[in-house]
């Protein structure tokens, strides 16, 4: 009997000594299996990352070989891009900001004055700040040829029949000024406006006329246009 014992004894410590080395080796495999696993994760997502890092490196290498292709068979066309984007860039840098009044172009006028003898114009050239109408008068009213009361009504600048011509409205004190001359005052008088006016603005022809009507005198009725007089 109690050599039975003994036996059930041995018997039951090793089975107690297998189980702890089973369980031992069980949860070293387990250890083992997920270490492992983790190294055939880590390898594997370094492995995506080389593998994606590739592609990306091919795409960006194949981009670039096509825009040098692109360069090569199109030089004029890259280097026309290119440099309207330094122009574009320059132009923005530089650029100003606009005049918003634009002064008149300063000129030269040619003032026709009738001489001391009554036989003709001396030709004065001066330069005026602005040539326009309005300046123009005011030289001859300067030049004695005109009274200060005498103003312009309306000036136009036109082309009539393949001519460049201009229209010039007076105000009626000016008929009034050369109706009181002489035949030959008021030749010269109006021959002074109308050459005065042509060889200033260049024109070929010029009409005048007093508050929008025909300028008529005693001696003459002024209608239409009128070229570059002379005096007979």
Request: proline fraction near 2%; glycine fraction near 8%.
């Amino acid at each position: 009997m109690k050599h039975r014992k003994i036996c059930l004894a041995i018997l039951l410590g090793a089975v107690l000594i297998f189980g702890a080395a089973g369980c031992s080796n069980a949860k070293d495999t387990d250890a083992k299996t997920q270490t492992e696993a983790k190294e055939e994760q880590k390898d594997s997502g370094q492995e995506n990352k080389e593998t994606s890092d590739k592609e990306s490196k091919k795409e960006d290498t194949k981009t670039d070989k096509k825009e040098n292709t692109e360069a090569k068979e199109n030089p004029d066309e890259t280097a026309k891009k290119d440099t309207e984007k330094d122009a574009d860039k320059n132009s923005a840098d530089t650029q100003e900001p606009e005049e918003k009044n634009t002064p008149v172009q300063a000129g030269q006028a040619f003032i026709y004055v009738p001489d001391d003898n009554a036989e003709g114009w001396n030709v004065n050239q001066v330069e005026i700040a602005q040539v326009t109408a309005d300046a123009l008068i005011g030289q001859l009213v300067g030049a004695g040829v005109l009274t200060d009361s005498i103003t312009v009504q309306n000036f136009e600048e036109t082309e009539e029949e393949g001519q460049y011509v201009l229209k010039l409205d007076l105000s009626s004190n000016f008929k009034d000024s050369v109706r009181s001359m002489g035949t030959a005052g008021e030749i010269l008088t109006i021959g002074a406006v109308v050459n005065s006016f042509l060889d200033t603005f260049q024109a070929e022809a010029i009409q005048i006329t007093v508050d929008g009507g025909t300028l008529e005198t005693g001696h003459e009725v002024y209608e239409g246009y009128m070229t570059h007089m002379d005096y007979q």
